[in-house]
């Protein structure tokens, strides 16, 4: 951790040394107190935690069109150390990247360092703000940008085992593109090959599709399709064939309240035969699945938390700003499988479950703001019979610093 500090010193110092301005320093404190009672049993007492993530950026801006960022990261649970004298190695480095703009005086952004990478609603590839570490990636992305159109090409490492022929390795590379139609929509084709020499998941993936997203009037919507298919590394007999497609819709009605309405459905597809040639069930790569399956986690990991059956989200929410810089949002969730669950008793069923969110956000000012959530989750047949028969809850207060 010492060493780290350092180097970041030392690029600081070296900064002001070669800009003739310094450089904007971002600095983000997260606490988030968990009282957690997600494990579909009322004979065990609720836990409760305090999680906190502490992120301190430099943005360098020494000549025209380069730009370098560094971020380093603490991530940690309050009270996990050993005593109150002593520490753990939670300091990490999350981001740290240069980009070129304008690369050779044409139309071309180069980035390339250790970097937040998201795309689109971040169903494929994102972020994960929610998490109090995040998602980082090491590698590369040259953008094309030409009036409304821009396209990213990148090359990212997931893992790297520095073992002969690439073995354990797993690469990410792609392109994703944004075509602006007019002021309110936008056209989002991508394609993203995913080489994975890990144990875990010996695949050739191949995902294609398209983003859609556009409002008219108090009309919002947003599209989505993706196609998956390759084969596994130690079967080529065993090929991908998996569709997700997501459709939500919304409106955000003309008051001083600001009331809003949100309906829509996620579909992921399900493996129903898993000793036939073909794998069905769609993998979520490096999404943002908090976003979408409920904000209590339980489909986090697809396809493993769905037992490789695929999952069918039918949601709605409403919310609304009764007050100014305070908002409410409540999300109901009705979740199934794609295909058939077997019971012990030989009867087959569908359902996970149904979980509502209950969200308020308060921004106190610019810098300082307040979120407080509670989750409810009530078992289907599925959950009842692999991870408990009683429903769960979840409450959380976070307060989010950022300068």
Do not use: C
């Amino acid at each position: 951790m010492k060493k780290l500090f350092a180097v970041i010193a030392l690029l600081f110092i070296g900064g002001l040394t070669v800009a003739q301005n310094l450089p904007a320093i971002s600095a983000e404190i997260r606490p988030r107190f968990n009282i957690d009672n997600r494990d579909f049993n009322s004979n065990t007492k609720s836990h409760s935690y305090t999680e906190m993530r502490s992120r301190l950026g430099a943005d360098f801006n020494a000549f025209e069109n380069l730009n370098m960022f560094v971020q380093v990261q603490d991530s940690r649970i309050w009270g996990t150390e050993p005593s109150t004298l002593t520490n753990t190695s939670n300091v990490d480095l999350h981001q740290a990247y240069f980009q070129l703009s304008d690369f050779f005086k044409l139309p071309l952004d180069l980035k390339v360092g250790r970097m937040e990478v998201k795309y689109g609603p971040e169903r494929l590839i994102g972020a994960v703000g929610w998490s109090n570490v995040g998602r980082s990636f090491d590698g590369a992305i040259l953008k094309y940008k030409r009036n409304n159109f821009t396209i990213d090409f990148f090359a990212l490492k997931e893992a790297e085992s520095m073992q002969l022929n690439d073995t354990l390795d797993a690469s990410v590379y792609g392109a994703y593109s944004n075509v602006k139609v007019g002021e309110s929509y936008s056209i989002q084709p991508f394609v993203i090959y995913y080489n994975s020499e890990k144990a875990s998941y010996p695949f050739e993936n191949i995902t294609a599709g398209l983003y859609v997203t556009g409002k008219s009037g108090g009309f919002f919507h947003e599209t989505e399709f993706a196609y998956q298919t390759g084969k596994r590394k130690d079967n080529v007999d065993l090929k991908l064939n998996a569709l997700m497609a997501a459709l939500n819709l919304g409106y955000n009605f003309d008051a001083k309240v600001k009331p809003y309405v949100k309906a829509g459905v996620d579909y992921l597809s399900g493996d129903n035969d898993p000793t036939d040639n073909k794998v069905k069930v769609f993998n979520t790569l490096f999404a943002t699945n908090h976003k979408y399956y409920g904000y209590m986690d339980y489909f986090i990991n697809i396809p493993a938390d769905t037992y490789g059956l695929g999952l069918m989200d039918i949601h709605a929410s409403v919310g609304l700003t009764p007050f100014e810089n305070f908002g409410i949002d409540v999300k109901g969730h009705l979740f199934n499988s794609a295909e058939d669950f077997v019971l012990i008793n030989g009867s087959t069923t569908k359902s996970f479950g149904t979980e509502i969110d209950i969200t308020l956000k308060y921004k106190y000012n610019k810098a300082v703001g307040f979120e407080a959530g509670l989750g409810f989750f009530s078992p289907g047949d599925i959950f009842k019979e692999t991870r408990g028969p009683d429903s769960s809850t979840w409450f959380y207060l976070m307060s989010v610093v950022a300068l």
